[in-house]
């Protein structure tokens, strides 16, 4: 069954090992007949800052408008990005500042503590690389960059199921490892997972 497919690559460098995970699995989505989306956050221009918080919000610039209207025509989105310092790039985090707002992803009730998930009926997937050993990152950090993207942003908003694919130990991995890495998202992408 043929998606739309929204590919986010948040890491700053365009040549980095995620920008190539990205554009895999975008190619492996699009040989497989998937309408896809790429876009690296390096090329957009914004400011990631979120200067008054939700108090007054600022305006987009075009290509955050742009981001929004990609989020609402996907059925399934994809973020790839490194964990720095056990979380998301301070990029790809502001992006998420900027981006998912208030009427956009979600709306908090008035007169409880809960909230309406307004991205609801897409599904995600998140692709991440990381230079500790996963088990590192699982049992001394208890998967930061993983638990605050998955929980705290997507399934907050209504994005749901969220896998997860992370590649670790990258610093140490030799060129045959990574080639496995790119046909594996390839082939993720050619299933829309």
């Given at each position: 069954m043929r998606k739309k497919i929204l590919v986010i690559n948040g890491h700053p460098n365009a040549e980095s090992l995620?920008?190539?995970l990205a554009a895999n699995y975008a190619k492996g989505a699009e040989q497989a007949g998937h309408e896809i989306k790429l876009v690296h956050l390096s090329q957009l221009s914004f400011d990631p800052i979120l200067h008054k918080g939700y108090l007054k919000i600022q305006d987009l610039e075009p290509d955050l408008i742009q981001a929004q209207k990609d989020i609402l025509w996907a059925e399934?989105?994809?973020?790839?990005?490194?964990i720095w310092w056990s979380s998301?790039?301070?990029?790809?985090k502001g992006f998420l500042d900027r981006v998912l707002l208030?009427?956009?992803?979600?709306k908090y009730h008035k007169t409880?503590?809960?909230?309406?998930?307004l991205l609801s009926g897409r599904t995600g997937r998140i692709i991440l690389t990381t230079d500790a050993p996963w088990l590192w990152n699982l049992v001394m950090n208890w998967d930061p960059a993983?638990?605050?993207?998955?929980?705290?942003?997507?399934?907050?908003?209504?994005?749901?199921p969220v896998n997860v694919t992370q590649f670790d130990?990258?610093?140490?991995?030799?060129?045959e490892d990574i080639k496995k890495y790119l046909q594996k998202v390839f082939e993720l992408g050619q299933k829309a997972l």
């Open positions: 995620c920008a190539s399934h989105l994809v973020f790839v990005y490194p998301l790039p301070a990029l790809l208030p009427g956009f992803a979600f409880d503590p809960f909230w309406d998930k993983i638990r605050t993207m998955k929980k705290g942003v997507l399934e907050f908003c209504g994005i749901k130990s990258i610093k140490n991995r030799k060129p």
